[in-house]
């Protein structure tokens, strides 16, 4: 593998269709498409201030380096990633790629970053201002996580979140298939239209939280009292280790409380509405 060491380059293309190479403190100042349709690239203490530069990439492995505000858009349509250690200002970072791990890297603006994914593995980072995070993504694994952005999981699929704090409105609308564990979630509406979605041993906050969902489980959590009407037309099994404030029209399963401070079932429930609920379940 040859190594570029030491350089700063500028302009479009400088390094287009280059592999087998070892990035190593160069500078990619302006321009764009710096490292476009490369293989096997590796890249450590660098910084990018370009646009797209890596796109059309297989093997690309990214240690210790920056990317500034213009370099948006900076990988896409790429396979088999690993960036670790990284500083990422530039938003749209991630579109269209697979197999992809990301490793204790600090996203300061993560807006539209993840996009059409698949095989994500996320440990140990923070993604700020992250807004349509993970949008149409699948097959996603997250250990610690702090992210902090609007629709987050947006018709994502496939997800597996442990010990993270997700601050979110709306997180995981139109979402299948998603176990979280040991986290804290504050959503409004959170999990709407979902499907196959399992909350355990998680404290949720948000305006109407999951509703319209199906198959929706919920194993020892905890309901902060802002979260009101809850599970409306939702098929639900939930044990729920705190009060609720208020419940309506939930479509079927059961629902056990430590105490629930309304229930409303009303003239616009919807069949079967044979959801059980249970109060001092927790004494």
Same mark, same amino acid.
């Given at each position: 593998?040859?190594?570029?060491?030491?350089?700063?380059?500028?302009?479009?293309?400088?390094?287009?269709?280059?592999?087998?190479?070892?990035?190593?403190?160069?500078?990619?100042?302006?321009?764009?498409?710096?490292?476009?349709?490369?293989?096997?690239?590796?890249?450590?203490?660098?910084?990018?201030?370009?646009?797209?530069?890596?796109?059309?990439?297989?093997?690309?492995?990214?240690?210790?380096?920056?990317?500034?505000?213009?370099?948006?858009?900076?990988?896409?349509?790429?396979?088999?990633?690993?960036?670790?250690?990284?500083?990422?200002?530039?938003?749209?970072?991630?579109?269209?790629?697979?197999?992809?791990?990301?490793?204790?890297?600090?996203?300061?603006?993560?807006?539209?970053?993840?996009?059409?994914?698949?095989?994500?593995?996320?440990?140990?980072?923070?993604?700020?201002?992250?807004?349509?995070?993970?949008?149409?993504?699948?097959?996603?694994?997250?250990?610690?996580?702090?992210?902090?952005?609007?629709?987050?999981?947006?018709?994502?699929?496939?997800?597996?979140?442990?010990? /993270? !704090? $997700? @601050? +979110?409105?709306?997180?995981? #609308?139109?979402?299948?298939? %998603? =176990?979280? *564990? &040991? /986290? !804290? $979630? @504050? +959503?409004?509406?959170?999990? #709407?239209?979902?499907?196959? %979605? =399992?909350? *355990? &041993?998680?404290? $949720?906050?948000?305006?109407?939280?999951?509703?319209?969902?199906?198959?929706?489980?919920?194993?020892?959590?905890?309901?902060?009292?802002?979260?009101?009407?809850?599970?409306?037309?939702?098929?639900?099994?939930?044990?729920?280790?705190?009060?609720?404030?208020?419940?309506?029209?939930?479509?079927?399963?059961?629902?056990?409380?430590?105490?629930?401070?309304?229930?409303?079932?009303?003239?616009?429930?919807?069949?079967?509405?044979?959801?059980?609920?249970?109060?001092?379940?927790?004494?």
């Amino acid at each position: 593998m040859k190594t570029i060491s030491n350089k700063e380059y500028s302009g479009e293309r400088p390094l287009f269709g280059k592999s087998n190479i070892k990035l190593s403190n160069i500078r990619i100042i302006d321009g764009e498409s710096a490292l476009k349709e490369g293989h096997e690239i590796s890249a450590e203490k660098s910084y990018f201030n370009g646009k797209y530069p890596f796109w059309h990439i297989q093997d690309l492995s990214i240690d210790t380096c920056a990317f500034d505000t213009m370099a948006r858009a900076a990988i896409w349509y790429s396979q088999k990633i690993n960036m670790s250690n990284c500083d990422v200002v530039a938003p749209k970072m991630f579109r269209k790629c697979s197999d992809i791990s990301v490793y204790q890297t600090i996203f300061s603006d993560a807006k539209e970053t993840f996009w059409d994914c698949k095989g994500i593995k996320i440990d140990n980072c923070s993604m700020n201002n992250a807004d349509y995070l993970f949008l149409n993504s699948s097959n996603i694994e997250i250990n610690k996580l702090k992210l902090n952005g609007n629709y987050a999981f947006q018709n994502a699929s496939g997800i597996k979140i442990v010990d /993270s !704090i $997700i @601050n +979110s409105k709306d997180a995981f #609308w139109e979402a299948q298939d %998603v =176990t979280v *564990i &040991n /986290s !804290i $979630i @504050n +959503s409004e509406y959170l999990a #709407w239209h979902s499907k196959n %979605v =399992t909350l *355990i &041993n998680c404290t $949720i906050t948000g305006k109407q939280p999951m509703c319209y969902a199906e198959n929706l489980r919920l194993v020892d959590c905890i309901l902060a009292d802002s979260t009101e009407f809850a599970f409306e037309y939702s098929s639900v099994f939930a044990t729920i280790k705190s009060h609720i404030e208020s419940v309506r029209n939930p479509l079927s399963g059961h629902i056990r409380a430590t105490s629930i401070g309304k229930i409303i079932i009303d003239e616009h429930k919807k069949a079967p509405a044979t959801c059980v609920i249970e109060e001092n379940y927790f004494g």
